[in-house]
């Protein structure tokens, strides 16, 4: 059996440091290549493009996997936020699941991390345990 693709939903809030060393380096330096990142982009002050873009210039090694990235932002105002509170984060999220073709979804967090070898022990132990 082939190796599972793994969908990461990376939830992202202003925090730009954080996601470019964690969220978003640490998967990109995975040793598993079958593998889309999701962002469900609520920043206010610097969105996930920018930030993207300043995570290729540092890491140019990674712009061949340019593809695999997808943003979803929620485009609210600070104001919109406040009122609405955490609720439409999930519907981004399910919203990025469905148009997935990935076996197997994880959420991370900006600050969140990855072990080099999680996704393909992830993968191995889908595999060997389908039920």
């Known amino acids: 059996m082939k190796d599972l693709k793994i969908q990461i939903i990376l939830f992202y809030y202003d925090r730009p440091n954080l996601v470019k060393k964690m969220g978003l380096k640490t998967v990109f330096e995975s040793d598993y290549d079958n ?48 009122q609405r509170g955490d609720a439409v984060i999930g519907k981004f999220a399910n919203d990025a699941m469905y148009l997935s073709e990935a076996d197997i979804s994880i959420m991370l967090c900006d600050d969140d991390g990855v072990t080099k070898n999680y996704f393909s022990e992830l993968s191995e132990f889908y595999i060997k345990n389908p039920e």
Not at 39 to 62: G, R, T
């Open 35 to 82: 593998w889309e990142i999701s962002v469900i982009d609520d920043s206010n002050e610097q969105n996930f493009n920018k930030v993207l873009e300043e995570f290729y210039k540092d890491h140019p090694d990674f712009i061949n996997s340019k593809d695999k990235v997808k943003i979803f932002n929620t485009n609210d105002t600070l104001e919109e936020k406040k």
